[in-house]
């Protein structure tokens, strides 16, 4: 009689232990979100002052010359694109105005992709009220050389991605920097 309920109690051992697990760790989150399309597809964006190009040491990311807005008014601009160099760590340079596509009028927000490496750094939080999604903060980490850095300075590091439970695990849906509060 002994025999016949240690089967039992093994099967439901095993079952227990290989069903999918609704938790969500910080360390699996972390290593989820690594390997997730979501993650590795996202261009993170950054605004910037244009007067930003114009410390010296972004002088070989980027090209300067005279822009004319509307022909024959007479209006010119200082206006900054990316050089050669520059679209090998930065992509889709814009001004606010549609008008300055590709490059950037001096004294005005310009915007660009980042094209650097990038990975998950320290999960700081997860939280989420309903039991099949969860919203995961973590810190970015940035592999890009000295010479980027003295240039842009310090790129944003505090992301965010939201989870969906599926009935094979969780899955990353959707990643984008924090606003900060």
Same mark, same amino acid.
């Given at each position: 009689?002994? %025999?016949? /309920?240690?089967?039992?109690?093994?099967? @439901?051992?095993?079952?227990?232990?290989?069903?999918?697990?609704k938790e969500l760790s910080r360390s699996k989150a972390q290593s989820l979100l690594n390997e997730s399309e979501a993650f590795k597809s996202w261009k993170?964006?950054?605004?910037?002052?244009?007067?930003? %190009?114009? /410390?010296?040491?972004?002088?070989?990311? @980027?090209?300067?010359f005279r822009a004319q807005t509307t022909p024959g008014v007479g209006q010119f601009y200082e206006a900054v694109s990316l050089s050669a160099k520059g679209k090998q760590y930065f992509a889709n340079l814009k001004g606010t105005n549609e008008a300055f596509n590709y490059w950037c009028v001096t004294g005005q927000m310009c915007s660009f992709s980042v094209l650097v490496n990038k990975q998950v750094g320290e999960v700081t939080g997860i939280t989420g009220s309903a039991e099949s999604?969860?919203?995961?903060?973590?810190?970015?980490?940035?592999?890009?050389?000295?010479?980027?850095?003295?240039?842009?300075?310090?790129f944003p590091d505090a992301a965010k991605a939201t989870f969906r439970m599926y009935d094979n695990g969780w899955r990353v849906m959707k990643v984008g920097y924090s606003k900060p509060e």
């Open positions: 009689m002994v %025999f016949k /309920k240690i089967p039992v109690f093994c099967l @439901v051992l095993v079952l227990s232990l290989c069903s999918c697990s993170p964006g950054i605004s910037v002052q244009s007067q930003q %190009f114009a /410390k010296p040491a972004c002088g070989e990311f @980027v090209s300067k999604e969860r919203n995961v903060e973590f810190k970015l980490q940035y592999e890009y050389p000295e010479e980027v850095l003295n240039c842009m300075g310090k």
